[in-house]
């Protein structure tokens, strides 16, 4: 098939580029100059089978008012360039995968799981962020399959890439308590859902794209200290993360119990349940 990724220079998007074009695929991969002033959207999009959009600013950054801004735009704005790119195209793509998160849903613990049957999404910026992020994309046509991503797994970046060198300095602990719940997926299993996904024309709708078995973040680190053969001792409490990221602390914090539910019942099988194995996998 043929197949455009568009954020697809950053962690999510090389590693899908890399999967699909060895099942044989071809993909064209764009970043953010696809959205910019003058480039020929329109020319990528023709005749493409499948767009894949990823596009959006990193929230793991500290936020201030103009910083929520650019996340907003980087996610609307994208979104409203590609609708139009389409509008003009001759051969219009027949399958459309659109990126969003699991901050869409209301905060819960790792004993109240929830699923894409949840129709009560959360109060935050998080969720505000999503909610748009999800009405805007749905107005692209066809009306795209929505992938709500979990904490995406991988040495090369995300979150994981941002947690190795306190760890393997020994300098690793829970995080504003530990408490709150931990929902994440292999870099791996990401890349295989979105080509299950994409393969599966009857699928539509929203899908979460997580791991089965969420866990705490104590567990999370616990789990990484040992695949690292590191102490587990120096906790990072909630005044300081808001020293660091202000506002945008919440994403460490964001607790989110969160299964595949949707997945599961197609019979996707995930390579990789357990954080310890994954972390394994990812390190070894």
Sequence with gaps: MKVLILGGTGFVGTHLKTHLSQKGHHVTALGRKAFETGFDLTNKVNGQDVVI???GENIGKRW??????????????????????IEQSEHKPK??????????YPENDCQHLIDENTNIYGDNFLAELGK???EQNNQLNPKPVTMRFGVVLGKEGG????????????????????????SWIHHQDLVRAIEYLMLNEELEGAFNLTAPKPLSNYDFGQA????????????????????????????????????????????????????KQALTDILK
């Design 132 to 134: 748009a992020w999800e």
């Design 53 to 55: 959009m990823l596009a």
């Design 224 to 275: 990484l200290a040992t695949v690292l053969s590191r102490p587990y001792l120096i906790p990072l409490p909630l005044w300081q993360l808001k020293l660091m990221f202000g506002e945008g602390a919440r994403v460490l914090t964001h607790s989110s119990a969160i299964m595949p539910k949707r997945l599961i019942d197609q019979g996707f099988e995930f390579k990789f349940t357990d954080a």
């Design 159 to 182: 979150a994981l890439a941002k947690m190795l060198l306190p760890f393997k300095l020994g300098l690793g602990g829970p995080v504003a308590g530990g408490k709150q719940c931990f």
């Design 95 to 104: 399958r459309i995968l659109a990126a969003s998160a699991i901050g869409i």
């Design 64 to 85: 201030s008012e103009s910083y929520k801004k650019v996340l907003l735009d980087s996610r609307i704005v994208t979104s409203q360039k590609l609708k139009l790119a």
